[in-house]
């Protein structure tokens, strides 16, 4: 296991991945057992705790087009000793079958992509019915605007996931990890409308 200068993470990031993080994505819903994939994960601020959350029976999927990132994600799943987190390169398309996730973590992803409707449709196709799509959009008009999502507020955001096929069940505020810092934010959770009746 890891000794307390193993890592290259700056304080707080290892403040989240130790404790606050597990907390935090409790009470988004995840839980031992689950199935979960953390999409556009980076070095994997959210993977390492769901991975912990989970446990040995679970599964994250961590998914991302960056490979530096996977591999940096590699090394500290490493570190924490932890096997049950598989790592998959990809842009949007994901090899995982229809209906075999719980949980779905998209956090500070979606500001990247002008074609927001295609990961929200991919989103879809992977959650179980009753599972859950978790939205942390960052870089919104309200919340540092960047890049696609800047002139859109978060009425909009929740607009726009609804139309691909989903109802907001929760929105959680709570203090989480942007980048390598603690700040406010707004989780949204979805759950795909019912999938047997489309
Ligand atoms: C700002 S980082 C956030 C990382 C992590 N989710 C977090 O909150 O700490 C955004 C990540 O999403 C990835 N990404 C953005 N769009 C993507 C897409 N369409 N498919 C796969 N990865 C994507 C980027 O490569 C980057 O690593």
Redesign the pocket.
């Known amino acids: 296991m890891h000794g307390k200068d193993d890592f290259k993470m700056n304080r707080g990031v290892r403040k989240w991945v130790d404790k606050d993080g597990e907390k935090f994505l409790r009470r988004i819903g995840v839980s031992r057992g689950q199935k979960v994939l953390?999409?556009?994960?980076?070095?994997g601020?959210?993977t390492i705790p769901a991975a912990k959350l989970v446990g040995d029976r679970g599964k994250v999927y961590a998914?991302?087009?960056?490979s530096d990132?996977l591999r940096e994600l590699e090394e500290t799943a490493k570190q924490f000793g932890l096997n049950n987190i598989s790592l998959i390169k990809?842009?949007?398309k994901i090899p995982l079958g229809n209906n075999s996730i719980d949980i779905v973590?998209c956090?500070?992803?979606v500001h990247?992509?002008g074609k927001r409707a295609l990961?929200y449709n991919e989103v879809r196709r992977l959650l179980r019915d009753g599972g859950i799509f978790s939205l942390?959009p960052k870089h919104y008009k309200d919340d540092f605007p960047l890049m696609e999502l800047a002139s859109l507020g978060l009425e909009d955001i929740i607009k726009e996931v609804e139309v691909s096929g989903f109802t907001l069940k929760d929105k959680i505020h709570g203090e989480c990890?942007?980048?390598d810092y603690y700040n406010e934010c707004v989780v949204l959770n979805f759950e795909p409308v019912d999938k047997r009746q489309k």
């Open positions: 953390d999409f556009g994960c980076g070095p601020h959210y998914f991302d087009k960056d990132a990809g842009d949007t973590l956090y500070d992803v990247y992509s990961v942390y990890l942007h980048d």
